[in-house]
């Protein structure tokens, strides 16, 4: 008989720490206020908790546009925090699930920065890329999922189109280039690393794209 994962029976609770609760009074959510209420969450049953992103970010999507997936936003707090917040969970019994958003990135992510700078540079095809029609418009007729207008941004630096499916400062990853995907996956690796007992995948069935 197959083995049943911890995962598959669960009862999961999603935070938004950017909205739980706020310990330092800045009015935004925080990792203290997760910890604070920890005996609670546990006393409800659960047995593990979501968070939403806790990355360091711009925060233009609720901290879905991302400029470094391996840092934690200050708003939140520090590393530290993190790792304490881990540890607390552990103690009680209770699984950590961290969102991963791989579909895209902030367009001021180090990535993109450097993508968009030039046709020819190490990261010239980690993102969706497309050069304009003859008369200049957009690759193609796809509308963003989000505000329902063309989902290409002209970008004057590098000359052509960026293809976003959410606002237009969070450029798709191309999930065609292997050397932006083994990147993902280091990333994945390292929280692995830190003790994190799974993710939660944003958008999976948004990272291909058949031009």
Same mark, same amino acid.
């Given at each position: 008989? =197959?083995?049943? !994962?911890?995962?598959?029976?669960a $009862?999961? &609770?999603? /935070?938004?720490?950017?909205s739980f609760? @706020?310990?330092n009074?800045?009015?935004?959510?925080?990792?203290?206020?997760?910890?604070?209420?920890?005996?609670?969450l546990?006393a409800?049953?659960?047995?593990?908790?979501?968070?939403s =992103?806790?990355y !360091?970010?711009p925060?233009?999507d $609720?901290g &879905?546009d /991302?400029?470094?997936l391996?840092?934690? @936003?200050?708003?939140?707090?520090?590393?530290e925090d993190?790792?304490?917040?881990?540890?607390?969970c552990?103690?009680?019994?209770?699984k950590?699930?961290?969102d991963?958003?791989?579909?895209h990135?902030?367009?001021?992510h180090p990535?993109?920065?450097e993508?968009r700078?030039s046709?020819?540079?190490?990261?010239?095809?980690?993102?969706?890329?497309?050069?304009?029609?003859?008369?200049?418009s957009p690759p193609?007729?796809?509308?963003?999922?989000?505000?329902?207008?063309?989902?290409?941004?002209?970008?004057?630096?590098?000359q052509?189109?960026?293809?976003?499916?959410?606002i237009?400062?969070?450029?798709?990853l191309?999930?065609?280039?292997?050397?932006m995907?083994?990147?993902i996956?280091d990333?994945?690796?390292?929280w692995?690393?830190?003790g994190?007992d799974?993710?939660r995948?944003?958008?999976?069935?948004?990272?291909?794209?058949?031009?």
């Amino acid at each position: 008989m =197959p083995q049943i !994962e911890w995962w598959q029976n669960a $009862l999961i &609770y999603q /935070i938004c720490p950017l909205s739980f609760l @706020d310990t330092n009074g800045d009015g935004s959510g925080d990792l203290d206020g997760i910890v604070d209420k920890l005996d609670y969450l546990a006393a409800l049953g659960i047995d593990a908790i979501w968070f939403s =992103p806790i990355y !360091e970010s711009p925060m233009k999507d $609720l901290g &879905y546009d /991302i400029t470094d997936l391996r840092a934690i @936003d200050p708003l939140f707090g520090k590393m530290e925090d993190f790792d304490r917040l881990l540890a607390l969970c552990h103690a009680r019994g209770l699984k950590v699930m961290l969102d991963q958003v791989w579909n895209h990135t902030s367009d001021e992510h180090p990535w993109f920065i450097e993508s968009r700078s030039s046709r020819d540079n190490s990261k010239a095809d980690w993102y969706v890329w497309e050069d304009a029609r003859a008369d200049g418009s957009p690759p193609n007729n796809w509308l963003s999922s989000f505000v329902g207008e063309s989902a290409w941004e002209w970008d004057e630096t590098r000359q052509q189109f960026y293809f976003y499916n959410f606002i237009k400062s969070q450029p798709d990853l191309n999930w065609h280039n292997t050397d932006m995907v083994d990147a993902i996956f280091d990333v994945a690796q390292f929280w692995l690393d830190k003790g994190v007992d799974g993710f939660r995948i944003d958008a999976p069935n948004y990272f291909y794209h058949d031009l």
